[in-house]
């Protein structure tokens, strides 16, 4: 059979679910059970009052896979709205990392430095240590921390992508 | 509110049930659901069928639910209770069948102790059902129930879990009508005017038009496959019907090409094949309907109509989708036909219609008759021919006999067929027809068999004669997992490794044993002897009849092969050519 290589895309999809139990584990669920890819998920509840939460999802595959995605998540009872970011018009994305970098001497002051320029916060510091706090798209982060890297890198946490529509218009 | 206050959550649960019209439960009792059972056991509204195995109250759950188009409802304990219940959810959520299942659990206090027959149900069944619950709070009960039917029984079907811990069933608590709960899940069902309106369009410049039916009319309801009927007859389409769509339209109607995909008829597949337009309603282009995808139907549009969007463009990319009920969509579709007087190309649809007839003359069921030994297909259509003036309702397990019935049987309504077809479940009939049985106690209920599946749920049969439910089990005894065997034959050089059960109950025997009745058919001319006997008994029956181990079932598309290079028959020399795989997909 010859296969015609359709282009892989990667998709920033929101979410909003019922904040219940097991509602993350059917989201997860679906992805790996129908073997689509998960590159990055955040989720926290946005909604006190009607108890709802977004969950954020950053996504790969064929535009038909990431069709099958979106009507599966729809399929789910407690999944209320599925919007496609990366089609639906314009979005910003951000996300917030935890960089620790253990270094002392012309390597610490070099990592300060870098630090400024990518306008990251130190959050903690002892003599050996800083913890930098660094917001931004996922590019910026990842270019971040490539950069800490021969600068004592130990350790990092990220958050994942959380994403919102630009303009007026809610979810 | 002083008086509702003394109910308790057992007292709730069968309360929430009875107002959502169940009749009967199959089920299982023990330890966590003993609040349960000692209610059902004061109260006469719920009637109670008592399984021997908790896989077969679901299936007979599902038979119920298949022949009666209500929600079908199962009670079982925690743990093994629960677990046992795996296969049977999962053959109806593959076929699209609302059930409730009512799970015992342990105390809200032990969950998550590995406490004694503790399972974690909801987090287990969570692929496996439409929707499941955990109920913590009793006051949560009434409601959760009232929701649980509703998300089974509204848009595509389909079977939904809830769990009751012992101390939520046992603490008092309010309870609410349906009439109070008010869902958030409301699929659509009305179909976009506008698709429908090109859809016309396109059917109307159709030259080589199909219906592909598939379960969703069956789903939808008899308005559905009235509609469907009248929209057949109307435009004098062919009409080809999935494993799970067989009775959505009368099946002896010559606009019928009878059942496609990998055993479905040669006029069914090849019209696949060679039509311009394709009108999908309420299927799902499974692999085994489409054989190869990137050779299916290749120079057609298609229109595909289906309740639930994440069937479109699946498994085959359409031209148009219409999202909906089927019965909403059909009656809109006639409309916009009538107003629009639309008017088909005659000479197109006559040429058309006569190379179909040409398919049709290779008589592609036809197979070698013996008067020595039973062939399968002499005794399925003896059966049909001697039962359908009763309008049987007919069950059957999973292999070469099922395949067989759904091309010999010709259903003219909806519910009268039930059938494993996603999941493939074999033990499947038996119990199926158990619940089709207890929802038509007076009806002629038939589960066509093989010994091989016929033994994974053989236990049943003392269900079956406990509550004196009439079913006729229809063994084709060939002494083989008969379509394991074929496979094996065509497809692995007739290495027939453990397809042979060597050893077989004495089915006459084990019928006397469960206080049944055991008939044997061993050669041609006891066939239709058999079977007379067998509907004059109004007791549980099991037939043995021993078949042509050596038979196959065509026609056949090998793995790997499109419609249009179908097996008709052991003669047919296409059979030398072996089955391909494609690309990332192995055809199974």
């Given at each position: 059979m010859t296969?015609?290589?359709?282009?892989?895309?990667?998709h920033t999809?929101?979410?909003?679910?019922?904040?219940?139990?097991?509602?993350?584990?059917?989201v997860?669920?679906?992805?790996?059970?129908?073997?689509?890819?998960?590159?990055?998920?955040?989720?926290?509840?946005v909604d006190?009052r009607?108890q709802?939460?977004?969950?954020?999802?950053?996504?790969?595959?064929?535009?038909?896979?990431?069709e099958?995605i979106?009507?599966?998540?729809r399929?789910?009872?407690?999944?209320?709205?599925?919007?496609?970011l990366?089609?639906?018009g314009?979005h910003?994305s951000?996300?917030?990392?935890?960089?620790?970098v253990?270094?002392?001497?012309?390597?610490?002051v070099?990592a300060l430095r870098?630090?400024?320029?990518?306008r990251?916060?130190?959050?903690?510091?002892?003599?050996e240590?800083?913890?930098?706090?660094?917001?931004?798209a996922?590019?910026?982060?990842?270019?971040?921390i490539?950069l800490m890297?021969p600068?004592g890198?130990?350790?990092?946490?990220?958050?994942g992508?959380?994403?919102i529509?630009?303009g007026p218009?809610a979810? | 509110?002083?008086?509702?206050d003394?109910?308790n959550?057992a007292?709730?649960?069968?309360?929430s049930?009875?107002d959502?019209?169940?009749?009967?439960?199959f089920g299982?009792?023990?330890?966590?659901?003993l609040?349960?059972?000692?209610?059902?056991?004061?109260?006469?509204?719920?009637r109670?069928?008592?399984?021997r195995h908790e896989?077969a109250?679901?299936h007979?759950a599902e038979?119920y639910?298949r022949?009666?188009?209500?929600?079908?409802?199962?009670?079982?304990t925690?743990?093994?209770?629960?677990?046992?219940t795996?296969t049977?959810?999962t053959?109806?959520?593959?076929d699209?069948?609302?059930l409730v299942?009512?799970?015992?659990?342990?105390?809200?206090s032990?969950?998550?102790n590995?406490a004694?027959?503790?399972?974690?149900i909801?987090?287990?069944?969570?692929?496996c059902?439409?929707h499941?619950?955990?109920?913590?709070?009793?006051?949560n009960?009434?409601?959760?129930?009232h929701?649980?039917f509703?998300?089974a029984?509204?848009?595509?079907?389909?079977p939904?879990?809830?769990d009751?811990?012992?101390?939520?069933?046992q603490a008092k608590?309010?309870?609410q009508?349906?009439?109070?709960i008010?869902?958030?899940?409301?699929?659509?069902?009305?179909?976009?005017l506008?698709?429908?309106e090109q859809?016309?369009?396109?059917?109307?410049?159709a030259?080589?038009?199909i219906v592909y039916v598939g379960?969703?009319?069956i789903?939808?309801?008899s308005a559905a496959c009235?509609?469907?009927t009248?929209?057949v007859?109307m435009?004098?389409f062919?009409?080809?019907?999935?494993?799970?769509?067989?009775g959505a339209?009368?099946?002896?109607d010559?606009?019928?090409?009878?059942?496609?995909?990998?055993?479905g008829?040669?006029e069914?597949?090849?019209?696949?094949?060679?039509?311009?337009?394709?009108?999908?309603?309420g299927?799902?282009?499974?692999?085994?309907?489409?054989?190869?995808?990137?050779?299916?139907?290749?120079?057609?549009?298609?229109?595909?109509?289906?309740?639930d969007p994440?069937s479109i463009?699946k498994?085959?990319l359409?031209?148009l989708?219409?999202?909906?009920d089927?019965?909403h969509?059909?009656?809109?579709?006639?409309?916009?036909w009538k107003a629009?007087q639309?008017?088909?190309?005659d000479k197109?649809?006559k040429?058309?219609?006569?190379e179909?007839?040409?398919?049709?003359?290779?008589n592609?069921?036809?197979f070698?008759n013996?008067?020595k030994?039973?062939?399968p297909?002499?005794?399925?259509?003896?059966?049909y021919e001697?039962t359908?003036?009763?309008?049987p309702?007919i069950?059957?397990?999973?292999g070469?006999h099922q395949?067989?019935?759904?091309?010999?049987?010709k259903?003219?309504?909806?519910?009268?067929w039930?059938?494993?077809?996603g999941?493939?479940t074999?033990?499947?009939?038996?119990?199926?027809a158990?619940?089709?049985?207890?929802?038509?106690?007076?009806?002629?209920?038939i589960d066509?068999?093989?010994?091989?599946?016929?033994?994974m749920?053989?236990q049943?049969?003392?269900?079956?004669c406990q509550h004196?439910?009439?079913?006729k089990?229809f063994?084709?005894?060939?002494?083989?997992?008969?379509?394991?065997r074929?496979w094996?034959?065509?497809?692995h050089?007739?290495?027939?490794s453990?397809?042979?059960?060597?050893?077989?109950?004495?089915?006459?025997k084990?019928a006397?044993?469960?206080?049944?009745?055991?008939?044997?058919?061993?050669s041609?001319?006891?066939?239709d002897?058999?079977?007379?006997e067998?509907m004059?008994v109004?007791r549980?029956?099991?037939?043995?009849l021993r078949t042509?181990?050596?038979?196959?079932c065509f026609?056949m598309?090998?793995p790997?092969m499109?419609h249009?290079e179908?097996?008709l028959?052991?003669?047919?020399?296409?059979?030398d050519r072996?089955?391909?795989e494609?690309?990332?997909?192995?055809?199974?």
């Amino acid at each position: 059979m010859t296969h015609i290589a359709e282009p892989i895309e990667r998709h920033t999809i929101a979410v909003l679910v019922d904040n219940e139990a097991g509602v993350l584990a059917r989201v997860i669920g679906l992805f790996s059970g129908r073997g689509y890819n998960i590159e990055s998920l955040t989720v926290a509840e946005v909604d006190n009052r009607e108890q709802l939460s977004r969950i954020t999802i950053v996504t790969t595959g064929t535009k038909m896979i990431v069709e099958q995605i979106k009507n599966q998540l729809r399929r789910l009872v407690p999944v209320h709205k599925v919007s496609d970011l990366t089609i639906e018009g314009a979005h910003v994305s951000r996300e917030l990392a935890l960089v620790k970098v253990a270094s002392v001497g012309e390597k610490r002051v070099e990592a300060l430095r870098i630090a400024d320029i990518f306008r990251a916060n130190v959050i903690d510091a002892t003599n050996e240590s800083f913890v930098f706090e660094v917001v931004g798209a996922t590019d910026k982060v990842d270019a971040f921390i490539k950069l800490m890297e021969p600068l004592g890198l130990v350790d990092v946490s990220r958050t994942g992508v959380v994403a919102i529509a630009r303009g007026p218009a809610a979810l | 509110m002083a008086h509702q206050d003394t109910l308790n959550g057992a007292e709730i649960l069968l309360k929430s049930l009875v107002d959502q019209g169940v009749e009967v439960i199959f089920g299982y009792p023990g330890g966590a659901v003993l609040p349960i059972y000692d209610e059902l056991f004061k109260q006469n509204r719920l009637r109670h069928i008592l399984v021997r195995h908790e896989q077969a109250a679901v299936h007979a759950a599902e038979g119920y639910a298949r022949s009666t188009g209500k929600v079908g409802c199962v009670l079982v304990t925690s743990g093994p209770g629960a677990t046992n219940t795996v296969t049977g959810l999962t053959d109806a959520l593959m076929d699209s069948i609302p059930l409730v299942c009512i799970t015992g659990q342990v105390p809200t206090s032990l969950i998550g102790n590995d406490a004694f027959q503790e399972a974690d149900i909801t987090g287990i069944t969570r692929p496996c059902t439409k929707h499941n619950y955990l109920v913590k709070d009793v006051n949560n009960l009434a409601k959760t129930i009232h929701e649980a039917f509703h998300v089974a029984r509204s848009g595509r079907p389909g079977p939904v879990l809830v769990d009751l811990p012992k101390d939520v069933v046992q603490a008092k608590g309010e309870y609410q009508p349906p009439s109070r709960i008010k869902s958030k899940y409301k699929p659509q069902v009305k179909g976009d005017l506008k698709a429908i309106e090109q859809a016309v369009e396109m059917i109307a410049k159709a030259k080589r038009p199909i219906v592909y039916v598939g379960g969703g009319v069956i789903n939808s309801g008899s308005a559905a496959c009235q509609l469907l009927t009248q929209f057949v007859r109307m435009t004098g389409f062919p009409c080809t019907q999935t494993l799970m769509g067989l009775g959505a339209f009368p099946g002896s109607d010559p606009l019928s090409l009878g059942m496609l995909g990998m055993h479905g008829t040669y006029e069914a597949n090849l019209a696949m094949h060679g039509c311009d337009l394709m009108i999908n309603i309420g299927a799902r282009f499974d692999d085994r309907v489409t054989g190869r995808v990137n050779a299916f139907s290749p120079n057609s549009k298609k229109i595909h109509i289906d309740i639930d969007p994440s069937s479109i463009n699946k498994n085959v990319l359409v031209d148009l989708s219409v999202i909906g009920d089927a019965a909403h969509i059909l009656e809109d579709l006639i409309k916009v036909w009538k107003a629009r007087q639309v008017r088909m190309d005659d000479k197109a649809m006559k040429a058309w219609w006569a190379e179909i007839e040409g398919w049709r003359s290779r008589n592609c069921l036809h197979f070698e008759n013996s008067n020595k030994i039973i062939k399968p297909q002499y005794a399925l259509q003896r059966l049909y021919e001697l039962t359908k003036h009763k309008n049987p309702y007919i069950t059957t397990e999973v292999g070469q006999h099922q395949m067989w019935a759904a091309q010999h049987f010709k259903f003219e309504q909806p519910n009268h067929w039930m059938t494993s077809g996603g999941l493939g479940t074999m033990g499947y009939g038996l119990p199926a027809a158990m619940g089709v049985q207890t929802a038509h106690p007076d009806a002629l209920v038939i589960d066509i068999s093989g010994e091989s599946s016929f033994q994974m749920n053989l236990q049943e049969m003392a269900t079956l004669c406990q509550h004196r439910l009439p079913v006729k089990v229809f063994i084709l005894n060939n002494q083989y997992m008969g379509m394991v065997r074929q496979w094996q034959e065509l497809i692995h050089g007739g290495r027939y490794s453990e397809s042979h059960m060597h050893t077989h109950p004495d089915f006459v025997k084990l019928a006397d044993a469960f206080g049944a009745v055991g008939l044997r058919a061993e050669s041609p001319g006891d066939v239709d002897d058999v079977i007379k006997e067998m509907m004059a008994v109004d007791r549980p029956v099991i037939v043995d009849l021993r078949t042509d181990a050596s038979e196959n079932c065509f026609p056949m598309i090998m793995p790997g092969m499109a419609h249009n290079e179908m097996v008709l028959g052991p003669e047919d020399r296409s059979l030398d050519r072996p089955g391909s795989e494609e690309d990332g997909m192995v055809l199974v």
